[in-house]
Nanobody, 125 residues
């Protein structure tokens, strides 16, 4: 198993930036693809971005493309989500998730085995 802990959320004004971190422990972080998702009350968990185990490939939801950047540092067992030009619509609880490398690449939450507890991001207008 792998344990994930997110940090870096907070309150920011529209147009501002935040950097989320996802610290992993347990099994080797580099054997997992990683994803970021977000969720608001009453809505399903929404795909934001994903990165392959070695950082070689990334994919973004259209709503964040060009504003958010996903990255990882396997030496530090940590993943990141740099969020720029934040908009009130980005307000949500953000979760990181890990997917074993042998699983097909997916943007569905069902494809990820391990989840962090989430960190709140609030963007004021």
């Amino acid at each position: 198993q792998v344990q994930l802990v997110e940090s870096g959320g907070g309150l920011v004004q529209a147009g501002g930036s935040l950097r989320l971190s996802c610290a992993a422990s347990g099994r080797t972080f580099s054997t997992y693809n990683m994803g970021w998702f977000r969720q608001t009350p009453g809505k399903e968990r929404e795909f934001v971005a994903r990165i392959t185990w070695n950082g070689g490939s990334t994919y973004y939801a259209d709503s964040v493309k060009g504003r958010f950047t996903i990255s990882r540092d396997n030496a530090k067992n940590t993943g990141y989500l740099q969020m720029n030009s934040l908009e009130p619509e980005d307000t949500a609880v953000y979760f990181c998730a890990a997917q074993p490398v042998w699983r097909p690449v997916t943007r569905s939450p069902a494809g990820y085995d391990y989840w962090g507890q989430g960190t709140q991001v609030t963007v004021s207008s």
